[in-house]
């Protein structure tokens, strides 16, 4: 609680503390690095970044490009943004790893390289950090590609609301600002493909910073088919909602299945009692089930304690200035 409350206080809001505002000589207290992580997207990809800069003429703009085999590097750099190129094709999640470690700004801003977040927006999403160590641009429902989408990113904000236990309302959404210091620890929970965007936003949320989540509109693509394969794949899919789940809050899914396995094994013990069994004969059932839900409860508990451990606040979190190198 202590930490909680020491976090709040440094969270100075940049709209109404002049003392900070006046450190600076341009819109925020605080420096900014609008990262783009880019995989063949030379179509769009200049547009993008000179339509950032003329929002946010003030921000590092940082291009990572995933391997492209297209001309996404050249079109990036034509329009002002550094370029950081991978010499192989990890991910969209690794591209913003290598984006948020190359950033230079106490703020990172990620944009979707494919011209579908309006950079307009950016100032709307940047205004809030302060009271809100995360920004996430919310999608409408005219926003998801399609029903399935739609229909797998649901389950998921509900996933997450469970988890964490406040509204988690666009958890895929990839248009987002955050403070650096704290993406920086949290970065090695990041896997390298989509589900970043949802570890991310629930490993703030698990440590205690704030998350808002605020409304934008989102636009069609300017070219190509989208390379989110996510709910196309169950498999992939359920991987996500499994991985999600035990490393955030565990208990949440084995308590649950404790109590599922001992009223199973209630039941086949009434069950054979009702069946005429001596009522001190345990069923094999009933001993399997119960067993089983014991060993669940406590590895529960274990990894409850395990996940507890990655989400302690280290000093970093508490300062507010330059970016952590």
């Not at 106490?106 to 809030?128: E, K, S, T």
Request: proline residues 6%; contains cysteine; aromatic residues 8%.
């Amino acid at each position: 609680m202590a930490t909680d409350i020491q976090a709040s206080n440094v969270h100075a809001d940049p709209r109404t503390d002049p003392a900070r505002s006046a450190d600076v000589g341009h819109r925020w207290p605080f420096s900014v690095s609008i990262v783009i992580a880019a995989l063949n997207e030379g179509d769009t990809i200049g547009g993008v970044v000179e339509r950032t800069h003329a929002i946010c003429p003030e921000a590092e703009i940082l291009v990572v490009d995933d391997a492209s085999t297209d001309d996404t590097a050249a079109h990036a750099e034509a329009a002002g943004a550094r370029v950081v190129r991978r010499p192989y094709t990890l991910g969209q999640g690794a591209g913003i790893k290598t984006g948020v470690r190359a950033a230079t700004g106490d703020v990172v801003l990620l944009l979707d390289a494919d011209g579908q977040h309006d950079p307009a927006d950016i100032p709307r999403l940047l205004d809030l950090i302060g009271p809100y160590d995360m920004v996430i641009g919310e999608r409408d429902r005219a926003g998801q590609q399609n029903v399935v989408r739609w229909l797998g990113n649901s389950a998921l904000n509900r996933l997450g609301t469970y988890l964490v236990g406040i509204p988690m309302r666009d958890l895929t959404s990839g248009f987002r600002a955050m403070r650096r210091n704290v993406m920086l620890d949290v970065l090695h929970l990041l896997p390298n493909q989509y589900s970043w965007s949802t570890t991310s936003a629930l490993a703030f949320a698990k440590a205690g910073f704030h998350v808002r989540f605020e409304p934008i509109v989102v636009r069609r693509r300017e070219s190509g088919q989208s390379s989110q394969k996510l709910l196309r794949n169950g498999i992939r899919f359920l991987l996500i909602i499994l991985r999600t789940s035990t490393l955030f809050s565990p208990l949440r899914i084995f308590f649950p299945m404790f109590l599922l396995l001992e009223g199973l094994a209630v039941g086949g013990y009434l069950w054979s009692v009702a069946a005429g069994a001596p009522k001190l004969h345990l069923p094999p059932s009933t001993v399997m089930f119960f067993l089983g839900g014991l060993v669940l409860f406590f590895f529960g508990l274990i990894s409850e304690q395990i996940a507890h451990l990655r989400f302690r606040s280290p000093e970093s979190w508490l300062t507010v200035g330059p970016a952590r190198r």
